[in-house]
């Protein structure tokens, strides 16, 4: 069974920090992983993905993830935090099997400092 | 092209009523699934279908049944609702193909009382 870890169900950073957001998971296969950002009272929206190839994955808005095979991590990064990001953030880990569904982490809320 | 849609957005019941909630997709997704979100939990998938016509159970089914007569459509089913059904529900599709997102609706705020 698949299962992911977000350490830290809420993180703080002043504006324009680094933004760190740790996910590990554990899969049996070799994943395929994602994160998504939820804007309160909205749906969930892709930030972006790991399939295969280049471990480093560029999203939208600046965040970016590097997949480390040898930590069965996937954490998330921005470089400079910017008010409008802060959000809920979830990572997770999409079966290989005929379902295709998607096991998310717990979450993390960003809050962003002024 | 509107995506994924959900209705209704909002709503109460009392313990024992029954309701359905639908989802819409108008980008020919042969996937579709139906999650729950709880504080502090995620989202956790509760039916899903791969294709017109099927359905299957995801880890948390018990209370719910659904339904997939269209391919655009993914009804989900409380017949007799329970307080711990009050949560958020997401409905989400995504292709059979290479793409590999979901995506999502904007949800269902249930409360039953």
């Known amino acids: 069974a698949q299962s992911v870890t977000q350490l830290g169900s809420h993180v703080s950073v002043s504006e324009g920090a680094l933004v760190l957001l740790r996910c590990n998971y554990s899969s049996s296969v070799p994943p395929y992983l994602f994160w998504y950002v939820q804007y309160p009272n909205q749906g969930l929206q892709l930030l972006l993905k790991y399939t295969t190839g280049a471990t480093l994955v560029k999203g939208i808005n600046g965040f970016e993830a590097e997949f480390k095979k040898s930590e069965t991590s996937f954490h998330l990064t921005k470089p400079s935090a910017h008010m409008s990001d802060a959000a809920e953030y979830f990572c997770a880990v999409s079966d290989r099997g005929g379902r295709r569904a998607l096991t998310f982490g717990s979450g993390t809320r960003l809050q962003v400092q002024p | ?39 502090g939990m995620g989202l956790r998938l509760i039916h899903y279908s791969v294709g017109e016509g099927t359905t299957a159970k995801g880890e948390v089914p018990d209370g719910y049944n659904v339904s997939r007569l269209k391919k655009q459509n993914f009804l989900l089913g409380l017949e ?34």
Do not use: I
């Open chain 2, 1 to 39: 092209n509107a995506g994924v849609t959900q209705t209704p957005k909002f709503r109460v019941l009392k313990t024992g009523q029954s309701m359905t909630l639908l989802c819409a997709q108008d980008m020919n997704h042969e996937y579709m699934y139906w999650y729950r979100q709880d504080p």
């Open chain 2, 80 to 113: 007799s609702a329970a307080p711990s059904q009050t949560s958020v529900y997401f409905c989400a599709s995504r292709t059979s193909g290479g793409a590999l997102e979901q995506y999502f609706g904007p949800g269902t705020r249930l409360t039953v009382t």
